[in-house]
């Protein structure tokens, strides 16, 4: 089976910009998590999507938000961007909606804004 | 919500030699605990998981214990070899509608 893939790898954007980043889930998965990687913060929660709905949000502001379609496929949107949203963001994909569940990460798309 | 402690930052241990991190959570309904290694440039990659029913879980040379009551677990890794070394996360499943929350991560370095 594929792994998670995540598109593009890079991205260099100025301030106030938006930026849209896209997550292919394993063959089969349903839920698909996305997570900001920094070297300050560590790995942080942003939201988790299953079955096209919103099931989890993370303590990150109304400028981020994703979506899900219906081929499990998610994108993530930053708007107005942020020197502090540099960062490498990463989505996992797991199989289940259970609560206990294995997650799978993707590459990740590592964003730059100057 | 859930907040995990990991330790120590970082570990150095000599070639062959056993490695322990630690780990701590403050929600008691916290159900899941994974670990993920991450070398330098490359995804996490989930190395072992341990749920809130079972004590201990061996995976050849790596193992994870968990103490329910003190809120803590740890990842024991045996006969290390040169290719342990990378950072190490621990994460916990919380009771509420989070997702994962990670430790600040160990780097783990093995000296030859």
């Known amino acids: 089976k594929a792994g998670v893939t995540q598109t593009p790898r890079y991205l260099i954007k100025t301030r106030g910009q938006q930026v849209t980043l896209s997550c292919s889930p394993i063959s089969g998965h349903r839920s698909v998590s996305w997570y900001q990687q920094t070297p300050g913060q560590g790995l942080q929660f942003l939201f988790e999507?299953?079955?096209?709905?919103?099931?989890n949000k993370g303590n990150f502001p109304g400028r981020f938000s994703g979506r899900q379609f219906s081929n499990s496929r998610s994108e993530m949107n930053v708007s107005t961007l942020e020197l502090g949203d540099s960062a490498l963001y990463l989505c996992?994909?797991?199989?289940?909606?259970?609560?206990?569940?294995?997650?799978?990460f993707g590459p990740g798309t590592r964003l730059t804004v100057t | 919500g859930e907040n995990v402690e990991q330790h120590p930052s970082t570990l150095s241990v000599q070639e062959g030699d056993s490695a322990v991190i630690k780990c701590t959570y403050s929600d008691s309904a916290s159900n899941y605990f994974p670990w993920y290694k991450q070398e330098l440039g490359k995804r996490p990659q989930l190395i072992i998981d341990i749920r809130s029913n079972v004590g201990e879980k061996k995976d050849q040379r790596i193992a994870v214990t968990l103490n329910k009551t003190a809120k803590h677990f740890s990842l024991h890794i045996t006969e290390t070899q040169p290719e342990d070394s990378a950072v190490y996360f621990c994460a916990a499943k919380g009771g509420g509608a989070d997702g994962l929350t990670f430790g600040k991560g160990t780097h783990l370095i093995i000296q030859p």
């Open positions: 996992a994909s797991s199989l289940s909606g259970s609560h206990i569940y294995e997650q799978y």
């Open positions: 999507y299953f079955s096209e709905t919103q099931r």
